[in-house]
């Protein structure tokens, strides 16, 4: 068995996580997320780095335009992997874009 030992130093404690709740990343010194890009909304935790940060409120984010919303009907007609353990969707060629099983 390997042990596991943490940094009492590391970040996991004080991440600020993504506003968009349906995004699994964390906001970087930027204040973008690191995954999906997005500036973070509203005003930054205490503690997190914002000496670049430039922060935006619900009311100046920009409005959902059309091709959002089509973005939005592309998420309902999603296939899901097959394999209840992956994250992933299936492509176009008929395999998980994530571990690149196919639908079965």
């Known amino acids: 068995m390997t042990e596991i030992i943490i940094d009492e130093n590391e970040y996991w404690e004080k ?4 506003s968009d709740e349906s995004c ?18 509203g005003d930054l935790p ?6 670049s940060v430039q922060t ?14 089509h973005c939005d009907d592309d998420w309902d007609k999603r296939v899901l992997c097959s394999d209840g353990a ?9 395999k998980c874009k994530e571990c690149g099983k196919p639908l079965q």
């Open 15 to 18: 991440r600020t996580l993504c």
């Open 24 to 41: 699994i990343g964390v906001i970087g010194p930027d204040g973008k997320c690191k995954e999906c890009g997005k500036v973070y909304a």
């Open 46 to 51: 205490a503690g997190h780095d914002t000496s």
């Open 56 to 69: 935006v409120t619900s009311e100046e984010q920009k409005p959902v335009s059309s091709a959002d919303a």
């Open 86 to 94: 992956c994250i992933g969707v299936i492509g176009p060629d008929g």
